[in-house]
């Protein structure tokens, strides 16, 4: 069992930067590969970036890329995700999830957050 607890979301206006955190519970963190997701207003919940347990492959939606990084530190049981040049279009509630592997499907994942509110805006 897995429990994920998101922090660091906020308003901000576009162009700027911000870091959201997930803290995870549980002796085997670096067994899991992790996840952010984000779920737009009346829009499904679509895959942002994802990271491999060990920290050694990362994994990011088109929209995001060359934006966002993903990192994690095992010792600490936490990962996070570092939002550069903020545009009105990530406006979202974001989740941390894990999951045995990563995967572009929300299905798959098996642990959530509750999830932290990102608004940039214009």
């Known amino acids: 069992q897995v429990q994920l607890v998101e922090s660091g979301g906020g308003l901000v206006q576009a162009g700027d930067s911000l870091r959201l955190s997930c803290a995870a519970s549980?002796?085997?963190?670096?067994?899991?590969?992790m996840g952010w997701f984000r779920q737009a207003p009346g829009k499904e919940r679509v895959f942002v970036a994802g990271i491999s347990g060990n920290g050694g492959r990362t994994y990011y939606a088109d929209s995001v890329k060359g934006r966002f990084t993903i990192s994690r530190d095992n010792a600490k049981n936490t990962v996070a995700l570092q939002m550069n040049s903020l545009k009105p279009g990530d406006t979202a509630v974001y989740y941390c999830a894990a999951s045995d592997y990563v995967s572009y499907s929300t299905s798959t994942w098996n642990y959530w957050g509750q999830g932290t509110q990102v608004t940039v805006s214009s």
């Open positions: 549980g002796r085997t963190f670096s067994s899991y590969a």
